[in-house]
């Protein structure tokens, strides 16, 4: 996969190009980042606050699929240097993953649909270690439990 607007939103993002990321989305394009949604100036914004925030990070992004419609597979790295969504830099390092699920055409991104725990994100900026989360209790076997 060489050709196409998603390769080429790739390789900008990889080169921190924002002109270039943005010229591949189509005048109509509509993103979501965890369920929320967005414009194509705001998935720019998205972009730069990453860039920003994390100055020597990196998406390593890695599409597969084709015909219009691909999942982006990515792990973001970085140290916590600057300013995130209001969040001053803490200088701990990061890493996280996630997907976007894309649909294009042939010269555009239509939309990509981003996804990642936020929790897990945020604990690695807000905490010195990452708190994973414990699993709940079944309610069915707790009620089992107590009554003998």
Same mark, same amino acid.
């Given at each position: 996969? +060489?050709?196409?607007? =998603?390769?080429?939103?790739?390789?900008?993002?990889?080169?921190?190009? $924002?002109? $270039?990321?943005?010229?591949?989305?189509?005048?109509?394009?509509? &993103?979501?980042?965890?369920?929320?949604?967005?414009?194509?100036?705001? @998935?720019?914004?998205?972009? @730069?606050?990453?860039?920003?925030? /994390?100055?020597? &990070?990196?998406? $390593?992004?890695? *599409?597969? &699929?084709?015909?219009?419609?691909?999942?982006?597979?990515?792990?973001?790295?970085?140290?916590?240097?600057? +300013?995130?969504?209001?969040?001053?830099?803490? &200088?701990?390092?990061?890493?996280?993953?996630?997907? $976007?699920?894309? =649909?294009?055409?042939?010269?555009?991104?239509?939309?990509?649909?981003?996804?990642? !725990? +936020?929790? =897990? /994100?945020?604990?690695?900026?807000? !905490?010195?270690?990452?708190?994973?989360?414990? *699993?709940?209790?079944? *309610? =069915?076997?707790?009620?089992?439990? @107590?009554?003998?």
């Amino acid at each position: 996969m +060489t050709t196409g607007p =998603v390769p080429r939103f790739v390789a900008a993002v990889h080169a921190r190009a $924002a002109a $270039a990321a943005r010229a591949t989305l189509s005048p109509g394009f509509a &993103g979501r980042a965890n369920g929320r949604a967005f414009d194509a100036d705001a @998935q720019m914004a998205m972009l @730069q606050a990453f860039w920003d925030g /994390f100055p020597d &990070g990196a998406f $390593a992004l890695e *599409p597969t &699929g084709g015909s219009g419609r691909h999942v982006i597979a990515w792990n973001f790295f970085g140290t916590h240097g600057g +300013t995130y969504s209001g969040i001053p830099a803490t &200088g701990r390092p990061i890493r996280f993953q996630g997907y $976007a699920v894309s =649909v294009s055409d042939p010269d555009h991104i239509l939309s990509l649909d981003w996804k990642w !725990d +936020t929790k =897990v /994100f945020l604990s690695a900026v807000l !905490d010195p270690e990452i708190v994973v989360p414990q *699993p709940r209790p079944d *309610p =069915v076997r707790h009620w089992d439990h @107590q009554r003998g």
